[in-house]
Nanobody, 119 residues
Framework: QVHLVESGGGLVQPGGSLRLSCAAS????????MGWYRQAPGKQRELVAR???????NYAASVRGRFTASRDNAKKTVYLQMDSLRSEDTAVYYC?????????????WGQGTQVTVSS
């Protein structure tokens, strides 16, 4: 079992910044990728950013240039620096870890942290 603990969400004005953190613990073997997804009311969960085992980063087009994903392998923590926030960024943000386990990939999810962008 892998446990993911997220922090850093909150209320921010348009144009502001937030930094999300996600610390992983438990039965971690071989991580394929870690990243962030978000889900707004009435919408499907979507990829925001992720980092694979080789350090390759993938960003949603809507956040590219504004958000930056990073990781600390020693702490098994992934971060999401969010700048120039817009009201459209309002959502619950979920940390995701995908790892190789028992011959196949497994996904683990954090509980989610609310990000609200409003004046």
């Amino acid at each position: 079992q892998v446990h993911l603990v997220e922090s850093g969400g909150g209320l921010v004005q348009p144009g502001g910044s937030l930094r999300l953190s996600c610390a992983a613990s438990g039965s971690i073997f071989a991580i394929n990728q870690m990243g962030w997804y978000r889900q707004a009311p009435g919408k499907q969960r979507e990829l925001v950013a992720r980092i694979d085992n080789n350090g390759f980063r993938n960003y949603a087009a809507s956040v590219r240039g504004r958000f930056t994903a990073s990781r600390d392998n020693a702490k098994k923590t992934v971060y999401l620096q969010m700048d120039s926030l817009r009201s459209e960024d309002t959502a619950v943000y979920y940390c995701n870890l995908n790892q190789r386990q028992d011959g196949g990939p497994y996904d683990y999810w954090g509980q989610g942290t609310q990000v609200t962008v409003s004046s």
